[in-house]
């Protein structure tokens, strides 16, 4: 889906690390709040979305040169 030359255990931290909701779930003593929204509750950060595939093929052209 993300057309990664690597595997994503490779080049997959950004996915960890990075916050792509547009609202941060809210986490209290260990707690996670549903989300009162649609589906799953939640809003991607579109934006973010595109800006770390950008990173992504960047850092593949890199490793793959």
Same mark, same amino acid.
């Given at each position: 889906a993300f057309g990664l030359a690597k +595997? $994503?255990?490779l080049n997959g #931290?950004?996915?960890l690390t $990075?916050?792509?909701l547009a609202h941060p779930l809210k986490v209290?003593?260990?707690v996670v709040h549903v989300p009162s929204g +649609?589906? #799953?509750g939640i809003e991607v950060n579109e934006d973010r979305v595109r800006e770390?595939?950008?990173q992504s093929q960047e850092t593949n052209t890199v490793y793959n040169s």
């Amino acid at each position: 889906a993300f057309g990664l030359a690597k +595997p $994503a255990a490779l080049n997959g #931290l950004q996915f960890l690390t $990075a916050d792509m909701l547009a609202h941060p779930l809210k986490v209290e003593k260990n707690v996670v709040h549903v989300p009162s929204g +649609p589906g #799953l509750g939640i809003e991607v950060n579109e934006d973010r979305v595109r800006e770390l595939v950008k990173q992504s093929q960047e850092t593949n052209t890199v490793y793959n040169s």
